[in-house]
């Protein structure tokens, strides 16, 4: 199947600072690219949907202005904790589809932040 | 608003047995519905995808089963194994949109 890159796979940051998740479509065009967030022993949540070349959609109660998601490429796209509380802290997965066929979903290795 | 729902939770099966995860979504009018693993602390791992053409789709030991006019899917787990033991997510879409809704899934552990 095709491969989504998440990059970093951990990331530790102080309270207050910023932190950028990557997430590379490697071997296909991603048009569209979805962030999720999953917190200990629950299952995953749609956060935003990213399409290369506009403005992110934010799911209900999540603050755009703080998780800012660029999509500037078809095989790019970066969320950006800014200023990170410990309630941030959580595992994040980017997911991407195949422009062309728009069926299978693929995932990122996922990202855990801690937020101290 | 796509619902998504797995039982059991929780399951424990000595190595060999043949077992059977279970999901049922609410919104039938899905164009396919995939199913990943997913071990602690990592990423998911897509383990089938059914189209929602398709009654049942096979990979090695795992069977997957598609029924959109009751809302349900099943994951069918032959001669389990020790290295099977993770969480089963079950995905689906929902009509108009283009993200996956997931299950909060089945940890499954295969006692040797």
């Known amino acids: 199947g095709a491969v989504v890159s998440q990059h970093p796979s951990w990331v530790i940051c102080k309270s207050g600072t910023s932190v950028k998740i990557e997430c590379r479509s490697l071997?296909?065009?991603?048009?569209?690219m979805f962030w999720y967030r999953q917190f200990p022993k629950q299952s995953l949540m749609l956060m935003a949907t990213?399409?290369?070349?506009?403005?992110?959609?934010?799911e209900q109660g999540v603050e755009k202005d703080k998780f800012l998601i660029n999509h500037a490429s078809l095989t790019l796209s970066t969320l950006t904790v800014t200023s990170a509380h410990p309630e941030d802290s959580s595992f994040y997965i980017c997911?991407?589809?195949?422009?062309?066929?728009?069926?299978?979903?693929?995932f990122g290795q996922g990202t855990r932040l801690t937020v101290v | 608003k796509q619902e998504v729902t797995q039982i059991p939770a929780a399951l424990s099966v000595p190595e060999g047995e043949n077992l059977v995860l279970n999901c049922s979504f609410t919104?039938?009018?899905?164009?396919?519905l995939q199913w990943f693993r997913q071990d602690p602390g990592k990423g998911l791992t897509s383990l089938l995808l059914?189209?929602?053409?398709?009654r049942e789709q096979t990979s090695g030991r795992l069977n997957a089963s598609l029924d959109k006019s009751s809302g349900r899917s099943t994951l069918y787990i032959a001669a389990s194994q020790p290295g099977d033991s993770a969480t089963y997510l079950c995905?689906?879409?929902?009509?108009?949109?283009?993200?996956?809704?997931f299950g909060t899934g089945t940890r499954l552990t295969v006692i040797p």
């Open positions: 997911s991407a589809r195949d422009g062309r066929s728009n069926t299978e979903a693929f």
């Open positions: 071997d296909f065009q991603a048009t569209t």
């Open positions: 990213s399409n290369e070349g506009s403005k992110a959609t934010y």
């Open positions: 919104d039938s009018a899905i164009y396919n």
């Open positions: 059914i189209q929602s053409s398709q």
């Open positions: 995905a689906a879409p929902q009509t108009g949109a283009n993200n996956l809704f």
